[in-house]
């Protein structure tokens, strides 16, 4: 089993910044590709950024694209996101999620592991 869980939501006003992380149970968690995804009310589940299990590609949401970076510690212990310029849109609960079998992938089905998400609230 591997446990992962996010920290760093809150409340911020448009324009503004805020960093999630994601601490895995696992030692081993540079060799999981991890995706970030988020939910709003009333919504589906989006995709927002993945990191490949090498921490040597990425891929973001057309949303999202230079505005948030997703990043590996130099231990290979934690996945953060830094969220730039911040919009009202992006208010969601904010989720990690890892898996092994594959280098990278942004399906959230092809996820098994997940954490229980951070509240990212946006203001106007």
């Known amino acids: 089993q591997v446990q992962l869980v996010e920290s760093g939501g809150g409340l911020v006003q448009a324009g503004g910044s805020l960093r999630l992380s994601c601490a895995a149970s696992?030692?081993?968690?540079?060799?999981?590709?991890v995706g970030w995804f988020r939910q709003a009310p009333g919504k589906d589940r989006d995709f927002v950024a993945a990191?490949?299990?090498?921490?040597?590609?990425?891929y973001y949401a057309d949303s999202v694209k230079g505005r948030f970076t997703i990043s590996r510690d130099s231990a290979g212990n934690t996945v953060y996101l830094e969220m730039n310029s911040l919009k009202p849109e992006d208010t969601a609960v904010y989720y990690c999620a890892a898996d092994s079998r594959w280098a990278l992938t942004t399906s959230q089905y092809n996820y098994n592991y997940w954490g229980r998400g951070t509240q990212v609230t946006v203001s106007s």
């Open positions: 990191i490949s299990r090498s921490g040597g590609n990425s």
């Open positions: 696992v030692r081993t968690f540079s060799s999981y590709a």
